[in-house]
């Protein structure tokens, strides 16, 4: 009688088709497959074969087109183990995937995970990843189904692919926005760069100084949250592809500017855009405020807050924002498409008026 | 006037919702996607959106299943620059990868590529590379959708994801082997672990001792190649599939012996192996003479063979083995499947009976 192998004969080799390397000796793989089959394999009548054999096996449904996007996150350039747990590294990794599918109109659907284990990682750290990622997919029912791991000469590897669904002509490009389209984005921006930096400071000494660098408790966590668990505009997506409210979105990973510039390239327009307008929370202001900086730097440079940018056709303004209001969605109108040869240009509160620089959060390097 | 600009629109922002970090200084990403993107990122009709937008977008046709399958390659673990290029590494990644979906009966489609790119990787290498992935993928007219590249604190990482089609209830899983059921290999068995030890092995002094070790540069070359640029078996998992003649199916790329396991497990079945039947290819027994080594010990326990390993029903047996021979196909039965508690027994060549080591092949590591 071989009891565990009788009642796991699933389990036994699940994901074993593409683990195909071992890990670390301190990672007993079979135990780690084990865990994370019982702990994020959930069955779904879509999935006809998740975790367990040479692939996975998805149905998807007539008039739907696959959304599929790809990232990958190494240690020392997206993430430092000193100020981020593995299981806010899992979440944020899932998070700029659930961001990419929202950037598109869609509906995440799958995850695949490919992982490479450092010498010092532990069978607790793989499973605090998993736990972060899928605390972040939990929300948009998000199956894993399925992965590869092996060991890393040095440092962690993560690649996560994320599939997804958008219904048939629905889906949104950077290449739809038109000249006198509006320019709107969600939420507000530059606070997870803020967060960044926080995180990256020296230690504040809490205890003599309460409040160092006039910024409150209150403000400084709600930043480092920012930074490390950003919330992918999944709804705010799939409201804008099903109403076909926009002509184009990007979801701002690499800085207002920089994606802005995207869209304008894709699209070959040009745009204005309201530097006074763009939406910049209270602690991302007083962060800037304490530490001397232009928050209008922070919102135009900050990668990575996962935000959506989009393009509307100024006919569709009211519809837009009265539905956007039903549905408690932040909105903010920041510019208007021009022709291409306007270039990028953009307008301060003061009313002066300049090209915009061609910069972008470059992560840590 | 941006001429460039304006004629790349699309190639401009290629690949950069995904491609988030930049690689290091002696790569230029602009030119790099831009490269990529001109020599493998064709057009097909069911790629609504390739390289160039947050994510992929392509359609399904009705009445096929999707099938997903990703790796993970790490320099030192999976291959060893020493002696592989990046082409050949490339090559190898790709077909591991195609195995796995041919593995499940599957048609391959589409490609997404993650890239950690390490200090000393050049925009040579990193199109080398890509070179020898889509010179795996050009036979089955694979599309390159999408990707991610990274800095890398050390090594090259590979992050492969590919995306194949199996008409509905069509898949071959690693579950559906029943008692009675006769047990067959595509191919010959051994040789890539062979190619793998040559390679590792001190270079010959091939002037004065032309036949170093009694194997001829022939047999060498053959064996090295087979390590190098396996074959995936698609072909032959699309007829077990489409004609319905396997009940079981996965690809030999962790060792027949540990990958019949996996069958055996899953489908809870026993297995009689039949040693004296292993396909051994000339070149492999010629290596195995020349080293004084067991080729049926190479055949067990060889990894990356990627030949088919399946069951299909007795009564199938005419069909399959002459619809084999007419599509010029290369099988061998090696067994019969047997009750779980029979477990997994091997009968050698001289009528001594044993059970099978759980051994694999575990990489370079």
């Not at 009891?3 to 699933?10: A, C, D, E, K, T």
């Not at 995937?97 to 799958?110: E, F, I, R, W």
């Not at 490390?228 to 926009?246: I, N, Y």
């Amino acid at each position: 009688m071989q009891p565990s192998r009788q009642r796991l004969p699933y389990i036994f080799t699940s994901m074993a088709s593409t683990v195909r390397t071992k890990a670390r000796p301190t990672i007993r793989e079979f135990d780690l497959i084990r865990a994370l089959h019982r702990r994020h394999g959930r069955r779904a009548p879509s999935v006809i074969q998740g975790i367990g054999d040479d692939a996975a096996v998805i149905t998807s449904r007539a008039g739907q087109w696959t959304v599929l996007t790809t990232d990958l996150l190494t240690e020392g350039v997206h993430f430092d183990l000193r100020t981020a747990t593995m299981s806010d590294i899992g979440f944020r990794a899932a998070a700029a995937n659930l961001s990419d599918v929202a950037a598109m109109g869609g509906t995440p659907q799958y995850l695949l995970v490919a992982l490479a284990i450092p010498r010092t990682g532990t069978r607790q750290h793989v499973l605090q990843l998993y736990r972060g990622m899928m605390a972040a997919c939990r929300p948009h029912r998000v199956r894993l189904i399925g992965g590869d791991t092996s060991a890393s000469g040095d440092g962690w590897f993560i690649s996560v692919t994320l599939v997804g669904m958008v219904p048939h002509r629905k889906a949104l490009f950077r290449s739809g926005a038109r000249i006198g389209d509006l320019l709107y984005v969600t939420g507000t921006i530059g606070d997870a760069l803020a967060g960044l930096r926080l995180l990256n400071e020296p230690p504040p000494r809490a205890r003599r100084h309460p409040r160092t660098g006039a910024l409150s408790a209150r403000h400084r966590q709600f930043l480092i949250d920012r930074h490390l668990h950003p919330t992918a505009r999944v709804a705010e997506g799939q409201w804008l592809s099903a109403l076909h409210l926009a002509t184009s979105a990007i979801d701002i990973s690499d800085g207002l500017s920089g994606d802005l510039r995207h869209i304008c390239e894709e699209s070959h327009v040009g745009v204005d855009l309201d530097l006074g307008a763009l939406p910049l929370s209270p602690a991302c202001v007083a962060y800037a405020t304490s530490r001397h900086l232009d928050p209008v730097d922070l919102a135009l440079t900050g990668g990575e807050d996962y935000e959506l940018l989009f393009t509307a056709s100024a006919r569709q303004r009211p519809r837009l924002e009265r539905t956007a209001l039903e549905r408690g969605f932040s909105l903010t109108r920041i510019g208007k498409i021009h022709p291409f040869r306007f270039g990028i240009q953009a307008v301060s509160s003061h009313g002066r008026r300049h090209r915009l620089p061609n910069t972008s959060y470059e992560h840590f390097t």
